[in-house]
Every structure is written in structure tokens, then in C-alpha cells.
């Protein structure tokens, strides 16, 4: 099917008599006729439902519809985006670990691998995803166990190379990560191009509506784990807390997912909640729909803005003249996302009293969904960061991100126009 119509018919299946809308299946627990049976689902000799902090039908049936999107193999719901990246990460590194990051990535996974896995003994060494093949390279140590990026940066919307990135992690023998979230499976499909493991913020696009948190990981169950098994122990050496189950000889393709839900999500809970796979769903029915109107409506956006007397840049990959027009028509050749990234020729202190002036616009955290909202990065989302870390990010002390949302083009255009004056 295409991907429009897997959006509206994948992952549920009613039958005879079945309501045609997926079911909330609202229960922390699962009932069993004997004991033998719930035992073999403890062992993972069985597959099924036992406890919903593991798995739950209602957002297993929403992993499959994204999975579908992706074209990969197996995938799962974690309580949000932050949590999804975390698991990918950890799911393949312990202590005494290495990864490569891509130094335009969301601030909040940048704090998570730079700060918070450091903790875990896990080290992070960050790379301009725009630096020549050569000068990446040096990145790489012998402890290296995966790649991450984003396929488009939020929000400095640094449109990253797959087939290059996904080239080296291979050539060092791990996978590439890719944080997909702004781009959606609709526009951008990495695996692909390349890469092995696909993560998103579903809170944003995805959900569509700013209603419910979460995230996702899809595994392409292309990269080989058993061929690296001094690499990757905990996928190819007995987890005791499964009585030696080794995923990879167990599962196949499989195994990381199986990993990854039946240990971490069951050690460290982060699940998302049924009611919001719900939610999650209704989004992804109309997401085909909602991101040719993002992207629509943002073209137009960027080029007013680009025009403006009062902008000094405008940051679009839809824009002709863009830097990375060239790789986005490569990968994204249907459109990009509704993000833009601007900045006015009065510098920092102009962005926050523009932003008072809006009427249409939100000031919202929030990024990605119907309604048109903004931010000022540099003293929200990423104030934590130095001026330093900031341009090393891709994020200008003045850079403005602007969410377009589905509304009349015309009267987002009329509420940019009324706030910079």
C-alpha cells in the first residue's frame, strides 16, 4: 500500500463484528487459564501479553503502522521522543562505551549523551554533520558502538547526509541512529538510505495535535549483530535475566526490539500509556494529509519572510537557495517539514518583543502540530546551553523557530507581518 493509505488502514484489523475503530485496551494485566502458559511468556518462549509496562496490544498495534511507514522490521512505543532515543542508545551501550553524535541535534538529546549517558560511563564525541568524510573519521574509536543524527536538526534544520553517515558507521562496523521526527516516514524514509535504527518524537507530528506525549524505535533489522558479538554482548551473549537467552540466535532480525522491550522497558518502564497510542493513531490516520499542508503552507511562509525588509536570514530547506536544498530534494524530494529558523536584522532582544506581538502564533514549547507556535531557542528550549555549545549546535543567540501549522497560509503571513511591523 502507499504510505496514505497505510496511514488510515495499517495496524488494526477488525473482524467480523470488531469495532472498526482500534481499541483502548485499558489494563495493566492479562489473564492466563494456567500457570505453564504465563510462564512461558516470562521465558519468552511465548508471545503475548502479560503486563502492559512491557507491552500492550492497543500500542503495539501503533509501533506496526509506523513500523509499516519506515519499511522496517519490528518497532515499539515509549512514553516520549527523549525516552525513545535513550533506549535506542542504551539498548546496544554499557559503560565504558563510545557514540558518535551529529552536533546539530535537539538540545535535550544533546544534554542526554554529552551529560547524562557520561554519567553511565558512556562517552560521546560530537561531530559537525557538514565536516568532509575525512575529518569524521577521526571520530571513531575502537569502543564506538553507533552513530546518531537527526535527519532534519531541530531547529537549526541542518538536513543531514544518510548515505554519508550511514557509509561510515558500516565502515566501522555499527549502526547508524536516526532521530526522523521532523522529516515523518511521509517525507523521509532513512532506512532506505542506509541507516539501521529510526527513533521519533510521535508528540510531535505524528500525534498531530499536541495532545498526547511519546515516541517511537523502529529497527530495519538490517544490521547484522551476531557478526560483531565481542561488539555487542548484550545481543549475542545469554542475558541471565532470561535464563541465557541470547537474542540474536532467539530472534533473529528481531532481537533488538526484543531487546529493548522485554529488558529495558520492563527494568526501566518508560511505556507509553494506551489511551495516548490512541490519540497517537487518530494523528497518524490524517499525517499523509497534515504534512503536505505543513509544507505548503511553510514554502510560503519562508519566502515572505525572505523577502521581509526587517530578516536578516531565513533558514528553509525548501528554499532553492537553500544551503541544503540539494540533499533535501535527494531525500525529501516530496517536501521537508514545517519548521523554518529565521532571524531579524535587530538581533536577540527583537525576537522576544516580536513574539509578544503575535495573534495567530503561539510562544509554545511545543514544535510540530496543526496550530502555528514559536520559539526563541536560545532562552528556552536550549538556555542551558553556552554561547559556545549554542553555535557549535547550529543555534544563532537570534535564531526564531517558526512552526508552521496547518491554517490559511494567508493569515499566518498576516500574523508574521502585523508582530515584526
Known amino acids: 500500500m502507499e504510505k496514505d493509505t497505510i ?23 492479562f489473564k492466563y487459564d494456567s500457570s505453564e502458559q504465563m510462564g512461558r511468556l516470562f521465558d519468552l518462549e511465548d508471545s503475548g501479553y502479560f503486563y502492559t509496562r512491557l507491552q ?4 503495539d498495534m501503533a509501533a506496526q503502522k509506523i513500523c509499516e511507514l519506515e519499511g522496517g522490521y519490528a518497532a ?37 549523551l554529552t551529560c547524562t549517558m557520561k554519567k553511565m560511563g558512556i562517552e560521546c564525541t560530537v561531530v559537525d554533520p557538514d565536516a568532509p568524510q575525512e575529518e569524521l573519521e577521526k571520530a571513531f574509536q575502537k569502543n564506538t558502538k553507533c552513530v546518531f543524527a537527526e535527519t532534519i536538526a531541530n531547529p537549526a534544520l541542518v538536513v543531514l547526509d544518510i548515505e554519508k553517515f550511514a ?66 554482548p548484550g545481543l549475542c551473549t545469554p542475558d541471565q535475566s532470561y535464563h541465557g537467552i541470547i537474542y540474536t540466535e532467539k ?16 527494568d526501566l518502564g518508560s511505556i ?18 497534515r504534512m503536505e499542508r505543513h509544507c505548503s503552507n511553510a514554502l510560503k511562509a519562508a519566502q515572505y519572510l525572505k523577502g521581509h525588509e526587517k530578516v536578516a536570514w531565513v533558514e528553509y530547506p525548501g528554499l532553492p537557495d537553500n544551503r541544503y536544498y540539494e540533499l533535501a530534494q535527494k531525500y525529501m524530494p516530496k517536501g521537508t517539514c514545517g519548521v523554518i529558523a529565521f532571524g531579524l536584522k535587530d538581533g536577540r532582544a527583537a525576537a522576544g518583543e516580536m513574539m509578544d506581538k503575535l495573534k495567530l502564533a503561539v510562544i509554545a514549547t511545543h514544535v510540530a502540530d496543526s496550530k502555528t ?46 508582530a515584526i511591523g
Request: negative net charge; hydrophobic residues 40%.
Open 7 to 29: 496511514c488510515v488502514q495499517s495496524g488494526w484489523k477488525p473482524a467480523n463484528g470488531q469495532p472498526r475503530l482500534m481499541p483502548i485496551v485499558q489494563s495493566t494485566t
Open 56 to 59: 500492550n496490544p492497543t500500542n
Open 76 to 112: 515499539m512505543l515509549t512514553s516520549s521522543g527523549q525516552a525513545a532515543n535513550y533506549y535506542a542508545v542504551f539498548n546496544i551501550c554499557e559503560a565504558g562505551d563510545h557514540v558518535v553524535m551529529s552536533s546539530t541535534v535537539y538540545g535535550g538529546t544533546f544534554n542526554l
Open 167 to 232: 557509509n561510515l558507521a558500516h565502515m566501522h562496523c555499527c549502526p547508524l541512529i536516526v532521530d526522523n521526527t521532523f522529516a515523518t516516514p511521509i517525507n523521509c524514509n532513512p532506512i532506505n538510505w542506509g541507516a539501521d535504527i529510526v527513533t521519533h518524537s510521535t508528540t510531535k507530528y505524528m500525534d498531530g495535535h499536541g495532545a498526547a506525549v511519546g515516541g517511537c524505535i523502529v529497527d530495519s533489522g538490517n544490521f547484522d549483530w551476531a557478526a560483531y558479538p565481542d561488539r555487542y
Open 251 to 266: 530472534f533473529g532480525k528481531g532481537a533488538y526490539i526484543t531487546k529493548a522491550t522485554s529488558q529495558l522497558m520492563r
Open 272 to 289: 507509553q500509556a494506551p489511551m495516548h497510542a490512541f490519540l497517537l493513531n487518530l494523528g497518524l490516520e490524517t499525517l499523509a494529509l
Open 373 to 418: 507556535c514559536m520559539l526563541h531557542p536560545a532562552s528556552h528550549t536550549h538556555r542551558q546551553m553556552s554561547d559556545e555549545q549554542l553555535v557549535e549546535a547550529g543555534v544563532a543567540p537570534d535564531l526564531i523557530r517558526l512552526s508552521v501549522g496547518i491554517e490559511n497560509p494567508n493569515d499566518i503571513i498576516a500574523d508574521l507581518e502585523q
